[in-house]
């Protein structure tokens, strides 16, 4: 195969510029002749007439030659370029071989070069992008996590920031956040992708509500147990318009595709519209609350039917540990029955993260 082939390959493949090719290609070249001829002032040039690499060598003009390596003879530098004179420096091809060692070196050189172009091309294509949702395809399902493309790229979603229950299935579209994207790869990855985090849920909903994008309405706060269940607190900034109902849309219209993207997590959007006791009622929800007492800034005892308060706690304690996070308040249940001599259930931030 011609060398020119090759340089179209890569142009096609990889999208990279001919002539940038041409120079990395050289530039191995050169590296691999330094290593056997370190001295010798050399220089390499990819000649795109000829399809060949050209290794020339800077040599003086002199009248009589006493270091061949060094040194052309007027009369044999003159029929080359007839105007040049003596002890002017003039390039000639360098005719002395390199061995299989310094050709594997040029190739480790041009594959690095390349390598490094590739990388800069992704960082400038996606870079812009990072914090906003793509939509990919699952390439390949691995131990650590799944591979998507996105584009002509690779992503890598980790399997820390998928969402339990993600299935992975090759072939497959799937959306997710481009959480980062890297200089170079790290463990051979460069761009990050996250479908865990409470910023994915925000994404999610400024595309499906033209309101949250416009900022009419605001999500003030998220809290998500990926999953389970996420919590939304969104306030609007016009009067006329209902935070929560436009979030949901008419017959669940805006919230159906942002469910359905998340399998079987469950959201609660609230209105911080009342008191705090009213606002830590509507955080417990599905859970019906029966009253909330603050004890301070920072704790409130709530009392619950006793058939409310497994749905209060929710599943391994998530939906009041979001609860609490939600309203920034510590919250201790309460059964109603017996509310002076009752079982305290309280669900400290170890226990939490425990769970």
Same mark, same amino acid.
């Given at each position: 195969m011609k060398l020119s082939q090759v340089i179209d390959e890569l142009v096609e493949e990889k999208g990279l510029d001919r002539s940038i090719l041409g120079?990395?290609?050289?530039?191995?070249?050169?590296?691999?002749?330094?290593?056997?001829?370190?001295?010798?002032?050399?220089?390499?040039?990819?000649?795109?007439?000829?399809?060949?690499?050209e290794v020339l060598i800077e040599k003086r003009i002199v009248q009589a030659v006493e270091e061949d390596k060094l040194e052309i003879s007027l009369r044999k530098a003159r029929a080359m370029n007839e105007d040049v004179q003596l002890d002017e420096t003039i390039l000639v091809p360098f005719e002395e071989p390199i061995g299989r060692i310094e050709i594997l070196k040029a190739k480790q050189v041009i594959a690095h070069q390349i390598r490094s172009i590739e990388y800069s091309v992704v960082f400038d294509e996606f870079k812009?992008?990072?914090?906003?949702?793509?939509?990919?395809?699952?390439?390949?399902c691995e131990r650590h996590g799944v591979t998507?493309?996105?584009?002509?790229?690779?992503?890598?979603?980790?399997?820390?920031?998928? +969402?339990?229950?993600?299935?992975? @299935?090759?072939?497959?579209? /799937?959306?997710?956040? $481009?959480? !980062?994207?890297?200089?170079?790869?790290?463990?051979?990855?460069?761009?990050?992708?996250?479908?865990?985090?409470?910023?994915? +849920?925000?994404?999610?909903?400024? @595309?499906?509500?033209?309101? /949250?994008?416009?900022? $009419?309405? !605001?999500?003030k706060k998220i809290v998500r147990s990926p999953g389970y269940k996420s919590k939304l607190v969104v306030v609007s900034h016009d009067i006329n318009i209902d935070p929560v109902g436009t979030c949901v849309g008419v017959g669940g219209a805006r919230i159906k595709p942002i469910l359905k993207e998340l399998g079987t997590e469950k959201i609660d959007i609230i209105s911080p519209a009342g008191s705090l006791e009213e606002f830590i009622m509507d955080a417990?929800?599905?859970?019906a609350v029966n009253r909330v007492e603050l004890l301070d800034d920072t704790n409130a005892n709530v009392w619950?039917?006793?058939?409310?308060?497994?749905?209060?706690?929710?599943?391994?304690?998530?939906?009041?540990?979001l609860a609490s996070q939600l309203t920034g308040v510590q919250l201790h249940l309460v059964k109603s029955e017996v509310p002076k001599e009752s079982e305290l259930f309280e669900m400290t931030d170890e226990e939490s993260q425990d769970e």
């Open positions: 120079s990395i290609i050289s530039e191995g070249m050169l590296t691999a002749y330094k290593k056997k001829y370190p001295i010798l002032p050399l220089s390499v040039n990819y000649n795109m007439k000829t399809d060949d690499i812009e992008k990072e914090g906003t949702i793509v939509y990919g395809v699952i390439h390949k998507v493309k996105v584009g002509d790229a690779l992503a890598f979603l980790p399997k820390s920031l998928l +969402i339990p229950g993600d299935k992975c @299935i090759v072939g497959y579209s /799937i959306r997710a956040l $481009l959480k !980062e994207v890297l200089p170079e790869p790290r463990n051979e990855n460069q761009l990050i992708l996250d479908r865990a985090s409470t910023k994915f +849920i925000k994404k999610l909903f400024e @595309i499906e509500v033209p309101e /949250i994008f416009e900022n $009419l309405v !605001e999500i417990l929800k599905p859970a619950v039917d006793e058939d409310q308060r497994s749905i209060a706690i929710g599943k391994m304690g998530q939906n009041i540990s």
